[in-house]
Every structure is written in C-alpha cells, then in structure tokens.
C-alpha cells in the first residue's frame, strides 16, 4: 500500500513541513529508509542521520528546530507531531497489519473434554487440548498445540500461542498475550532434604492467576504456588526466558526483561522495571 504523505500526517494528527503530495509505502529506521519510505527522530543520538537519511519524510517533535535540518544537501519533508516514536508505530501498524489469526470455531484435531465451557466465538487451533471443567470467553484464540489443564480459565479476547501449557487450575484474565513455548502453573521448585540427605519433593497444591492486559514473551515458565497462588498483576509484561517462582507476587505495571529470574515468593511493587538477567 501507499499514502500520500497529508494522509499520513492526517492519521496521526501531525502538521507536515515539505510535499504533502509525496507518496509513502514503508515504514524504516533512519539509519535504513530510503526514498519512498517515512522514518522518525525521537531519540537525539540519532540526530547523525538527518544529514545523510534518504528517508522521503520525517516524524519529529512539534517544538524540535528547524534549524537541525538547515545542514542537509536536500530537502526532507517533516512531519510534526506529539511523539514521534507513538506515531511512526501507528504507521508501522498501518503499513503491516496483523495477520488474520485463527478463525472462529474449533479445529477437528482439537480434544476438547465433554465440561468444558467455550464461548462460541472463541478460536482453537489444531491439536489443542482443552480439559475437564475448563472455562475459555468470549473472543479467546487458543493457537496449535496448545494444552489448558483441567479447571483452567483463559478470559475473554486473550491470545495462547503455539505450544503453550497451562496446567490445572491456573486463571488467565481478559486480553492477556502467551506468546509460545509458555509453561504457567508448573511445579514450583519445592523439596525437603532427608536425613540421608536425599530429597523429598513437597507438594504443589496452588495456582497461578494472570490479571488482565499482561503480556508472557516466549518460551516463559510460571510456577504454581505451593498453596495459594502466584500472582502476575494488571499490564504486567514478561520478555522472554523468564522464569518466576512459586508464590511469587508482581505489582501492577511492572516490566522485566530476558533472562531474569524471580524466586520463590518475592514480592515485587507496581511500576518496577527489571533490567535483563535479573536476578
């Protein structure tokens, strides 16, 4: 697809600087874009590139000066706006739809157990399981291979990708991500040592309760409590390769990235940012 570039500033309410008639057909990065393409400037350590981008236009911030571009041999056509980085994802959006997902309905290969509750607008992919007493909403797109535990709750308009295991028991809110290779409510690592000083493994009896809007990046392994649960709270996001222990609580809007690891039952705030290979 292509857009003319006063269409563009139109979709995300910016004010051009330049040829409102030029045509765009590619979101790139500055350091790559070429003719025909629209980049933004929202972190000043990229300001080198302005001088040499042969981007056709330009998202910047409505207060940045003119006076940045004065140096360049050739005009750019700037669009101006409130934030550079939410617009050009807007049109990153615009220019690469999602795919079309799962259609409604379930798979012919999918094993669903007889109790199970599936809203009728739900999407089950192949070879998923569903099992006994498991409830999925409204909305909910469970993607191939995937296997919901007995008594499991996906809520409505959440996403399940491939090969993701939500064991017995465990809860998952509304429009929560699982990208693939998830495990949610495995045995947390829990044992006893005996006298002779091997081990004796102790139950793990709770559950793992995801609240609404949280995103799981891949390959992501959530232990059940040992009682009670372990809770992942509202708009939290998980990079991948993350793996949190049993009774663990993370606050609201919390976000950590890849590699880092939680232990059993800590306790972390809202609004926490956790670097990569936290320990």
């Known amino acids: 697809m292509t857009m003319k570039l006063s ?40 300001r080198k590139h302005v001088r040499t981008t042969t981007a056709s236009a330009l998202l910047v911030t409505r207060e940045v000066s003119l006076d940045e571009f004065a140096a360049r041999p050739g005009p ?68 191939d291979g995937t296997i919901v535990g007995d008594g499991a709750a996906i809520g409505e308009h959440s996403v399940l990708y491939p090969n993701v295991v939500v064991r017995e028991g465990c809860r998952i809110g509304k429009r929560v991500i699982v990208h693939p ?7 947390g690592f829990g044992f006893a040592r005996r006298p002779d000083g091997s081990y ?30 372990t809770r992942i709270g509202r708009g939290v996001k998980l990079d991948n390769l993350i793996q949190i222990g049993h009774n663990v609580v993370i606050g609201e809007h ?3 990235a890849a590699q880092s690891g939680v232990s059993g039952s800590v306790k972390l705030g809202k609004n926490c940012a956790l670097g990569g290979q936290v320990g």
């Open 200 to 229: 004796e493994k102790i139950p793990q009896r709770g559950i793992v309760v995801i609240d609404d809007d949280v995103e799981i990046g891949a390959n992501c392994a959530i232990d059940r409590a040992t009682i009670g649960e």
């Open 181 to 187: 290779g998830c495990v949610i409510g495995s045995d």
């Open 7 to 46: 269409d563009i500033a139109k979709f995300v309410d910016g004010e051009i600087v330049g040829n409102g008639d030029v045509e765009i057909g590619r979101v790139a990065k500055i350091e790559e874009a070429g003719p025909g393409d629209i980049t933004f400037l929202a972190n000043l350590k990229y």
């Open 254 to 256: 919390t976000a950590i």
């Open 76 to 143: 750019l056509n700037l669009v101006r706006v409130a934030d550079p980085y939410r617009s050009f994802l807007l049109l990153a959006d615009k220019f690469n739809p999602p795919s079309a997902g799962l259609k409604m309905g379930i798979h012919a290969s999918a094993v669903i157990a007889p109790s199970a509750r599936i809203a009728p607008d739900a999407a089950i992919g192949a070879f998923v399981s569903v099992g006994e007493g498991c409830t999925i909403g409204p909305g909910v797109s469970i993607h």
